[in-house]
């Protein structure tokens, strides 16, 4: 379901280089304090040129609009980063694209 949902939801130019269905990755990467009101999700999926991407899902209630919202989806890549390179600095050389997807 997430697949299609995710297919649909993001631009053609991103999902023709998909090769695969995106597999959802364990864990959260939203503040504790704020996960009440927030909802996050991330997948992983295979490219066509056989490098891996992230799809990082944000649900999110505003009553306005954010400006800083940018910002903060940055934090979140950058938690996803040091989760992936952890243990591995290797990977630090060629982390794998984020894209993000806000609702």
Request: aromatic letters at 8%; glycine letters at 6%; charged letters at 25%.
């Amino acid at each position: 379901r997430a697949g299609a949902l995710l297919r649909e939801s993001l631009p053609k130019i991103l999902t023709d280089k998909m090769a695969g269905d995106p597999r959802p990755v364990d864990g959260s990467f939203i503040d504790e304090n704020l996960r009440g009101t927030h909802s996050d999700r991330l997948f992983q999926v295979a490219l066509q040129d056989g490098r891996t991407a992230f799809i990082y899902t944000l649900i999110e209630h505003k009553s306005w609009p954010d400006m800083g919202a940018p910002l903060q989806l940055m934090g979140y890549r950058h938690r996803i980063w040091t989760r992936y390179a952890q243990d591995k600095p290797e990977r630090r050389r060629a982390l794998p694209p984020i894209i993000t997807l806000l609702v």
